[in-house]
């Protein structure tokens, strides 16, 4: 692989490779874009194919953060790691503590976080040898209902735009995984008087949501299809794709999982099916809000009341969207590229 040639291609600032042969640790951080603040995203491990394979996938998801995090209104570039191996076979506290210290040696142009196959124990870890790491236990704790706050504050805008109202009485919503963020946001639906469609690959997930919020369950292949006024992605990635474009029975899509859409393509095709989709990165963003808190140092109230801020969010999209006559995904890339154009701006005032 061309490693320059592909940082070059969306701008990428930075990757760095950690390694430490006694642990087997091999690290790469991907710093998209310091623009607005420090790179923030959490540390990912997986046992990736090869070494090309864990590039690509740092700079997809360091530069996702870019955007996520300044359509948030966030201070935060974006940043991301991914360590390459079997995360069963080789966490341990020697292997995280080495990690901390090669974030310690980027002096604060990255802060770490929790991601898939890492958890607060490990960041404690981290935190032993550096102060750039959040999500760590009694501090901001679990995001899940911030994100589901957030990610239903995005639905009302959603509404607002597909039905003109944003009263969900009587709607029919179609939430597929009933997870820890999905959960949550069932109970938000419910309470604002939703009707709930729910599914999962675990049974007593959605037992639960049957019982608690007097939903009808459906199997998991059922759920792309059933008729209903918002279809709500909240398990996977890639739910929207050339297999389930047709089944949708929906006038809105609205959810919390990341990347929704398979290729970009498929956002224009939702477009011209006149079904409204809200963009993951900005209606999913309590996540991030929560743990940016932390940073300021944690008060839930506070987070809360910005992950309210995502139904402002997601209205812009949908005003530029139509100011410049773009899907709603691109309008979505558009609002935290102007955000970075406008800081990049304020920047320009020379500060001792
Ligand atoms: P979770 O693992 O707690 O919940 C996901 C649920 O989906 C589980 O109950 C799982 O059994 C179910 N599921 C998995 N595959 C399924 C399938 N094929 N069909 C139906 N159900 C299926 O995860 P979560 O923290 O609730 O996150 C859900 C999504 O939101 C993920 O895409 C995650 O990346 C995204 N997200 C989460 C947060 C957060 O704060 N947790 C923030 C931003 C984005």
């Known amino acids: 692989m061309n490693i ?30 310091t623009t607005l603040g420090p790179a923030l995203g959490g540390t990912r ?24 995090n300044a359509a948030a209104g966030l201070n935060l570039g974006g940043g991301k790691t991914v360590i390459i191996g079997d ?63 957030g990610t239903f504050k995005g639905i009302l805008a959603g509404a607002r735009e597909a039905f003109g109202t944003e009263d969900l009485k009587g709607k029919v919503v179609a939430v597929q995984g009933v997870g820890s963020v999905g959960y949550n946001l069932c109970k938000h639906l419910y309470e604002a008087g939703a009707r709930l469609i729910v599914t999962d690959v675990k049974k007593s997930n959605i037992e639960k949501a049957v019982k608690d919020f007097n939903a009808e369950g459906v199997e998991p292949d059922e759920i792309y299809s059933v008729a209903c006024d918002i279809f709500s992605p909240c398990a996977m990635g890639a739910v929207v794709n050339d297999f389930t ?52 140092g944690y008060n839930k109230e506070r987070a809360l009341a910005k992950a309210a801020n995502v139904y402002d969010k997601v209205s812009e999209v949908f005003k530029i969207s139509k100011e410049e006559h773009i899907p709603t995904y691109k309008a979505a890339e558009r609002l935290a590229e102007k955000r970075i154009e406008a800081i990049k701006n304020v920047k320009s005032v020379y500060l001792k």
């Open 87 to 149: 995360p069963q076979k080789m966490k341990s506290e020697e292997f995280f503590r080495v990690f901390g210290r090669f974030v310690e040696g980027l002096n604060g142009r990255y802060i770490t976080a929790e991601d898939m196959n890492t958890t607060t124990e490990d960041m404690e870890y981290i935190n032993m040898e550096t102060d750039h790491v959040v999500g760590l236990k009694g501090k901001s704790g679990n995001p899940s209902p911030v994100t589901a706050f």
């Open 245 to 296: 474009l047709d089944k949708f029975n929906c006038k809105l899509i609205a959810g919390c999982a990341n990347n929704v859409l398979a290729e970009e393509r498929h956002g224009e095709i939702l477009e011209e099916k006149g079904i409204v989709y809200v963009p993951d990165f900005v209606i999913n963003a309590g996540g991030v809000i929560n743990v940016y808190e932390e940073i300021l």
């Open 4 to 33: 320059f040639e592909n940082m070059e291609k969306y701008d990428y600032e930075q990757l760095v490779f950690c390694q430490d042969r006694k642990t087997g640790l091999k690290a790469i951080i991907g710093i998209h874009d």
């Open 45 to 68: 491990i997986w046992n990736y194919e090869n070494e090309d394979a864990a590039i690509m996938d740092v700079l997809r998801l360091s530069r996702g953060m870019t955007y996520k």
